[in-house]
């Protein structure tokens, strides 16, 4: 079974929808996409800028996604260190947590002082996506045990998931058992980047999930589309570290 982490296409956030840009960025994730077959789910976050990213897709195969609540955007919260305003617990600036090994850990990552004073706590959110990737699973009959996946009829297929970059790394984090937070802030996941997680059974019935590929976008270059570098910060110091390169 391949589970495909698919993030949005460019975004318009100021409508919750896409640029121009990020709607033919969906035009040739449509044609990529199309073409799998068996595909046992289509599944969709809530939100806006991901469902217009799905539906060229869902009008080329003849299909609907099932909107799965927690596939929205991870939303919890935390106080700024620089500003003390509420703010999205990723993207921090690398000087204010990369000597914090406690934030490498899968284990501890979310008991951080960091996250205190958070009005959505960040492991209440976390819990919630663990639940929600596991609860699909196993309908799909892959059932959790410990840090793997117990499955008796492992097959060839896909799941196809349309979200958020943050909130796919939080399904990797639980799926491979990695601190979400290092994953946030150590890779980036392109606007339709597509994300490939192969079942690996050496053990008869029993499955982790391998990554293949991280933000992949090679359908956007058939049609001569340029990845969008929505999500990266700039290569050289500009003097507004805080701001997101389009």
Known sequence: MKILLIRHAEPDYSIDSLTPKG?????????????????????????GRAKDTAAPTMQAVGAQC???????????????PDTGKMRIPWDLKPALWKNERALYNEQTWADHPL???????????????????????????????GYMYRCQHNREGYLVLFCHMAVAMAVMGHLQGVSPFLLWHTFCMPPTGVTTLVSEERTPGLVQFRCFQLGDTSHLAVGDERPSRMAMFPEVYNGIDNTMQS
């Open 23 to 47: 709607r033919r960025e969906a035009a040739l994730l449509a044609k990529r996409l199309a073409p799998l077959t068996p595909v046992e789910g289509w599944y969709c976050s809530p939100l």
């Open 66 to 80: 099932e909107i799965l609540p927690w596939l929205r955007e991870f939303c919890a919260t935390m106080p700024d």
């Open 115 to 145: 996250f205190a004073g958070g009005t959505v706590p960040v492991d209440q959110v976390y819990a919630e996506t663990c639940e929600g990737i596991d609860a699909l699973l196993a309908k799909h009959s892959y059932t959790r045990e």
